[in-house]
């Protein structure tokens, strides 16, 4: 490739996605436009239904056949516009060039098949080899993750592995063709706080090894501070707001996101009651003018209620952008 | 793995010793085969030396220790209907005619069920998925025998394609194991159908797509060895209802396997072959559970390990 070392790695730009329904269409995914660097960790943070997953699935082109499709915008990894690949040629970026690390350890693994098999498959489709050379490829994959003796692990089956250790299985899968994005849904929700920690460690430690950008998926503004340079904050299908991890933490643009940065308990200073944000997302069928954040905003006024805002440079050096009314004020 | 085995075979030995138990009383509930077999004018000396020949005098206790002694060396006594042949012997004669039929029906089941059940849940909603529940009520709602009437009378008498009835080509044995086979195809796909739904909804499912496998493989080896769980199950029962299930189509097509036997043996009250065939019945399905039982085995490595 002909590119600079500063170009981005994955580039998206107004990505819409739409699900049709009985009741009606809508857009989870609305244009989105954000990328990844080398090296790079991305936060897409949002609550439950704003359509992180739905985005993260739209990279990889697996969305629900029939109820969803993607109905513009590009994604481009290293310069090639993977949204006019066949699905052939897609399938050869899923797994060796995009990985996938996916919620749920505890069903993310076939339970017919061995935690190798499971390593190889990936290894197979990608960069065949003989037998015995996937086979120790797929314990250095286990090795890589840190499982304690993988030349056992390798052929146990997922329900002879605990919780932890199948997250990590699910983790080799993703490293093992060596990808250049791996993008992880929410890959902590159901570990315990200790193994969490310890798996993003990992993460983090695997990412300066071999330079990949990880795209990670979670509500949890806590993580995200730890762990990202970037932030891409979502509501309702949109992207609120989006900059760097000290950017946004220091000046949230959005009273969507500093209502979601006030909810994370904090150590030191203010004691009291975390703060929490009232009502709910709108229904996404029903049709909607104005911002869909207005009527749980405590800063709302009229035009918040008529007129969708637009995206604005929050600090004038394109860093920054939220799309808020209240921005344009200041 | 090898206590899983042991306690299967162990369990199947126990039913089939409760299953001697009924057989052994059930043929004397139902009536003395001493009304049925000698004529009505037949003298007291008659009757006292066919119950002496027969053992009917003993305590009930001892006539089925006796019993039960003679038939684990296969021997049930000879045919009171059919003077002179030996009630299991004659019974094994006619096995595999039975075998014969019922493994045709089991193949033709298989092979129809799996794919159709399989292609209903990929294509959920599809024309392929109504065809296959139209398919599946046709066969669930329509009682063999007539089904079987009808493939005569479409097949043999107005299209003329195929024989009627009895045995020797294997023409003969298409009608009977279509008929045998329709009810079970529709049972098997539907369950295919819904156990695959619910697989590929799983996340493993999803995971594999995204290693970057293709949808054949994603079927046909992530998803398909995880919903083979249920319809292997079923395939049991499957198996032996076919088996032993062929009574009624046998007396249709005049095929003269075991339950042609069972039929005429009862009418006959023919007590030791009614008892052989029931055991041989009984033996059946029995194997064909302990089959399926090593399947999961072969599928399931939860069951290896556990």
Redesign the interface.
């Known amino acids: 490739m002909t590119q600079s070392q500063d170009a981005p790695l994955l580039e998206v730009k107004d990505l819409r996605v739409e699900i049709s329904t009985k009741a009606g269409s809508f857009f989870p995914v609305n244009g989105h436009s954000f990328s990844v660097r080398s090296g790079e960790t991305l936060g897409i943070v949002g609550e439950s239904g704003s359509g992180k997953s739905m985005t993260a699935m739209s990279l990889?082109r697996?969305l629900p056949k029939h109820a969803a499709r993607i109905t513009q915008g590009s994604i481009k990894l290293n310069g090639r516009e993977l949204l006019s690949l066949s699905e052939a040629e897609m399938?050869?970026?899923?797994?060796?060039e995009i990985?996938?690390i996916?919620?749920?350890p505890q069903?993310?693994?076939?339970?017919?098949?061995?935690a190798g098999q499971q390593i190889s498959?990936?290894l197979r489709?990608?960069s065949p080899g003989p037998r015995s050379t996937l086979r120790a490829r797929a314990i250095d994959a286990l090795r890589k993750v840190k499982v304690a003796a993988p030349e056992h692990r390798v052929d146990n089956?997922p329900?002879?592995l605990s919780g932890g250790m199948r997250q990590r299985v699910?983790g080799a899968?993703a490293i093992s063709c060596e990808p250049k994005i791996i993008i992880a849904d929410e890959p902590t929700t159901s570990l315990d706080v200790t193994v969490q920690a310890q798996y993003l460690r990992l993460l983090s430690e695997l990412q300066q090894e071999t330079g990949m950008g990880i795209i990670f998926i979670t509500h949890d503004f806590g993580i995200v501070a730890n762990l990202c340079h970037k932030i891409v904050v979502m509501y309702f299908g949109r992207i609120v707001e989006s900059g760097t991890v000290e950017r946004i933490f220091a000046r949230p643009a959005h009273p969507y996101t500093e209502a979601l940065i006030g909810a994370v308990p904090k150590l030191r200073g203010h004691k009291g009651r975390l703060r929490t944000i009232e009502g709910q997302p709108p229904i996404p069928t029903e049709p909607l003018s104005g911002c869909p954040f207005a009527p749980r905003c405590e800063k709302a006024d009229n035009r918040c209620f008529n007129e969708l805002p637009p995206t604005v440079d929050a600090d004038g050096d394109g860093e920054h952008l939220a799309s808020c009314w209240r921005v344009l004020e200041q | 793995m090898l206590l899983y085995l042991t306690r299967r075979i162990a369990s199947s030995l126990f039913a089939l010793l409760v299953i001697s138990v009924i057989v052994f009383l059930l043929s004397h509930l139902s009536g003395s085969p001493v009304d049925a077999l000698l004529p009505d004018d037949a003298t007291q000396e008659q009757v006292d030396s066919f119950i002496r020949e027969w053992g009917l005098d003993k305590p009930l206790w001892q006539q089925y220790l006796t019993f039960l002694g003679n038939a684990l060396q296969g021997d049930f006594g000879t045919s009171l209907k059919w003077p002179g042949e030996d009630a299991m012997g004659f019974v094994l004669d006619r096995m595999p005619a039975t075998l014969k039929l019922g493994g045709l029906a089991i193949l033709i089941s298989v092979v129809i069920a799996l794919p159709l059940g399989i292609a209903a849940a990929v294509y959920k909603g599809s024309p392929i998925d109504s065809l296959a529940q139209v398919f599946a009520l046709l066969g669930q709602s329509m009682p063999n025998f007539w089904l079987g009437i009808i493939l005569i009378w479409v097949f043999s008498v107005w299209l003329g394609w195929l024989p009627t009835s009895g045995t020797g080509t294997f023409a003969h044995s298409i009608l009977p194991a279509i008929a045998i086979a329709w009810f079970q195809v529709s049972a098997l796909a539907r369950l295919t159908r819904s156990s695959m739904l619910e697989v590929l909804d799983?996340?493993?499912i999803?995971?594999?797509?995204?290693?970057?496998?293709?949808e054949t493989q994603v079927i046909w080896k992530?998803a398909l060895?995880?919903a083979a769980v249920v319809p292997l199950t079923y395939f049991g029962i499957l198996a032996a209802s076919i088996l032993t299930g062929s009574v009624v189509i046998e007396t249709v097509f005049s095929w003269p396997g075991m339950g042609w036997v069972a039929i005429e043996a009862i009418r006959g009250r023919d007590f030791p072959v009614v008892q052989a065939v029931i055991i041989a019945y009984a033996v059946i399905y029995m194997l064909s559970n302990l089959v399926v039982d090593l399947l999961y085995v072969v599928?399931?490595?939860?069951i290896r390990?556990g």
């Open positions: 990889v697996l399938r050869k970026v899923r797994g060796s990985a996938m996916l919620q749920d069903t993310s693994l076939n339970p017919a098949f061995t498959e990936a489709l990608h089956y329900s002879e699910v899968i | 799983a996340e493993y999803k995971l594999a797509r995204v290693k970057g496998v293709s992530h060895r995880n599928v399931d490595p939860r390990h």
